[in-house]
C-alpha cells in the first residue's frame, strides 16, 4: 500500500496533465467507464476527460450522460454521482462552505445515494475520504488549483457529525473541525481528547492492522481513528492503482 501510495504522491501534481488522449490511455480509460463500480471520483472524471476533453468541464449533466450512452457507456446512478460531484467541485467549490454542498459530495464520493428528504449525518471515515479526494481535484481546475479553507458551516457539521459518533477527536484529513468539536464537549473532557489526540499522532500506522485495541476509554477512540484512516488509505490505494494506470495506458488487470 505504502509503495502505491508513494508513486501516487509524484503524479498527484501532474493530474491536470493526465487528461491528454494516447490510444492506450483512451482504452483504459473506456475500460474504467464500462466497468465503473467501485473507481474514486478522481478516476471517473480523469477517464472521462481522457476520452472528451476538458470541455467535458462545462457540459450539462445531460449532454455527459447523453455522450456516453451514444459510445456504448452506460454509468450507474452511483458513478455518475461521483463524476458530477467531482465536476462540480471544479466549478463551484461550495464543498468547502456549505454543509449541504459538503454532505451531498461526501455521499456521492463515497458510493452513497442521496435522500433529499433528510438532513444525512455523514460517516467520519467517508467525511475523511472524500475531504482528502476534494483536495486532489481540486488540482485538476484548469483555471485555479487553490484548496479553499473550511467556512464555519461545514466545520461545525463536521464536529457535529462526529460528537453523534462518539468521536473525542477527529480522523485525518477532517482535523479542521477539532475546535468546533471540543467546544461541544464538556470541559472535563478536555483534556482527555488532548491525551487522545497525542496518542493517536505517535502511534506507528503502518501497523494498525495489526495492533488490538482493548476496550478502555482511550484505546476505543485510538479504534475508531484507525478505522477511519484504514478506509482511507484503503481508497487513497485504490485509486493510486487505477491512476497510475490510466498515466501509464496500462490495463491493471493485464
Not at 13 to 30: D, F, H, M
Not at 155 to 166: N, S, T
Not at 216 to 222: E, H, R, T, Y
Amino acid at each position: 500500500m505504502l509503495q502505491s501510495l508513494a508513486r501516487f504522491a509524484d503524479v498527484v501534481p501532474q493530474l491536470q496533465n493526465y487528461s491528454v488522449k494516447t490510444a492506450s490511455r483512451e482504452q483504459v480509460a473506456r475500460g474504467f467507464l464500462l466497468e465503473s463500480d467501485g473507481r474514486s471520483a478522481t478516476v471517473l472524471l480523469m477517464a472521462s476527460r481522457n476520452l472528451y476533453g476538458i470541455e467535458l468541464l462545462y457540459w450539462e449533466p445531460e449532454t455527459i450522460w447523453l455522450t456516453l450512452e451514444k459510445d456504448g457507456i452506460d454509468l450507474p446512478v452511483e458513478a455518475r454521482d461521483k463524476l458530477q460531484g467531482a465536476i462540480t467541485l471544479i466549478r463551484n467549490p461550495a464543498f468547502y462552505w456549505d454543509n449541504l454542498v459538503f454532505q451531498r459530495t461526501v455521499q456521492s464520493f463515497n458510493g452513497e445515494l442521496y435522500d433529499p428528504e433528510a438532513l444525512q449525518e455523514c460517516h467520519p471515515a467517508h467525511m475523511s475520504w472524500a475531504t482528502y479526494e476534494a483536495s486532489l481535484i481540486r488540482g485538476m481546475d484548469p483555471e485555479e488549483q487553490e484548496v479553499p479553507e473550511f467556512d464555519e458551516d461545514v466545520q461545525q457539521y463536521v464536529a457535529v457529525c462526529l460528537k453523534r459518533a462518539g468521536y473525542i477527536y477527529p480522523p485525518p484529513y477532517i482535523t479542521f473541525a477539532a475546535e468546533n468539536l471540543l467546544k461541544m464537549l464538556p470541559e472535563d473532557k478536555h483534556a482527555f481528547a488532548a491525551t487522545v489526540k497525542k496518542a493517536w499522532e505517535h502511534l506507528d500506522k503502518e501497523a494498525l492492522q495489526e495492533r488490538s485495541f482493548p476496550e478502555d476509554p482511550q484505546n476505543v477512540q485510538l479504534a475508531k481513528l484507525a478505522s477511519c484512516y484504514d478506509y482511507t488509505t484503503g481508497q487513497a490505494e485504490s485509486m493510486a492503482n487505477d491512476v497510475l494506470s490510466l498515466e501509464k495506458g496500462v490495463n491493471p488487470l493485464s
